[in-house]
């Protein structure tokens, strides 16, 4: 395979049984002049069949999906597959490295980064080789988040909606096998440019997660994220095995308008009326906004605009204007 990129590898992505290697990443500081960063990424293949792209580490503060891919990588033997499985589980090696949403090199966020250019800056080369060299081999993407340092979110299995009627029913499908306790169909509200929005526009069947929250990481929210990505592989037709599944099935839920995503109306600390899973009316205060600068004076209301479940709220409580408290949602149906 070749490609005009700037990044080097020694994997071959055609190559039968299990590889571990990185991508290189040139990259120049004002301490070293020349200086490479190391993108880890593992392929296994047996022979033919489809191609899973396993995605961890997007932003640098959600640790979900690293720790369940990179176990993932250790264990997978190519005699447990029919196809290939690429992971990359720190996709954003930096941010990880440092513990911060975005790159700390460039100050981008890899999830606003797509399709990339090749000359841009660090991330953006990234985001250039995963679109021109790693996309076009894949038949499904699994991109996994958390609510990282910012939200609280109910663990759920993420996507847009798309025009495609096959493709979105095949993404639901495979959704629901991942067997968290929510599908959640989004909208883009943060801008664009996103990982998953970008593999959806190919065609691809394409999953995020909202798996874990700020101070939540633990057994539960990472056994959701390493079964679900088997149960996903499975139901593909990739990884051998049943699919591990709960008594309770997948709630499928949407926040498909803009006054879902409810943003605060003033800076200040923010203290939320109800815990996630609480059922809101629209008009209904599902919060208020103290001020840091005027501590005496009454607290600013936040309403509700939608009516739905309450299925994210704001974990950090000092809160500035524009940012979101709370996600609404309501069940929803393919038409």
């Known amino acids: 395979m070749s490609i005009d990129t700037q990044i080097h590898t020694t994997i071959d992505y055609n190559k039968e049984g299990k590889q571990m290697g990185t991508l ?14 190391y993108v880890p990424i593992t392929v296994v293949k047996n022979g033919s069949g489809p ?3 396993l995605f961890g580490g997007n932003h640098g503060d959600e640790y979900e999906g690293p720790v369940a891919l990179v176990k993932l990588a250790r264990t997978l033997q190519p005699e447990q597959i029919q196809g290939r499985v690429i992971i990359v589980p720190m996709l954003n090696r930096p ?11 460039d100050g981008k966020n ?6 990339g250019e090749r000359d841009g800056t660090i991330t953006s080369v990234i985001a250039h080789y995963v679109t021109h060299a790693l996309f076009p081999l894949a038949d499904l993407v699994v991109d996994i988040h958390s609510g990282g340092r910012s939200a609280h979110m109910l663990a ?24 968290a ?9 943060g801008g664009e440019g996103l990982l998953p929005g970008y593999a959806e526009k190919l065609g691809k069947i394409t999953l995020g997660t909202e798996i874990g929250s700020a101070s939540q990481f633990g057994a539960e929210m990472v056994g959701i994220a390493e079964r679900g990505v088997k149960n996903v592989l499975r139901h593909a037709g990739i990884l051998e095995g049943e699919l591990e599944t709960s008594q309770t099935p997948p709630e499928v839920v949407g926040a ?8 605060a109306p003033v800076s200040g600390i923010f203290e939320p009326f109800y815990e996630m899973g609480a059922q809101l009316e629209a008009g209904q205060p599902i919060g208020q906004i103290h001020s840091v600068e005027e501590p005496f004076r009454e607290p600013v209301p936040v309403p509700a605009l939608t009516s739905g479940m309450l299925i994210s709220r704001r974990a950090f409580p000092l809160t500035r204007q524009g940012d979101c408290v709370t996600t609404l ?7």
């Open 24 to 37: 290189d990443v040139p990259q120049s500081t004002n301490s070293s002049g020349w200086r490479t960063q």
């Open 95 to 105: 941010a990880i490295e440092a513990g911060m949403r975005l790159s700390p090199i």
């Open 256 to 263: 498909t308008e803009l006054g879902d995503y409810v943003m």
């Open 329 to 335: 949602v309501r069940p929803f149906k393919l038409e």
């Open 181 to 189: 306790p929510y599908v959640f169909i989004y909208r883009d509200v």
């Open 156 to 179: 759920s299995v993420n996507m847009h909606e798309v025009s495609n009627k096959k493709q979105m029913q095949g993404m639901i499908d495979a959704a629901i096998a991942w067997g």
């Open 51 to 53: 191609t899973a792209l």
């Open 110 to 115: 890899m999830n606003r980064s797509f399709p």
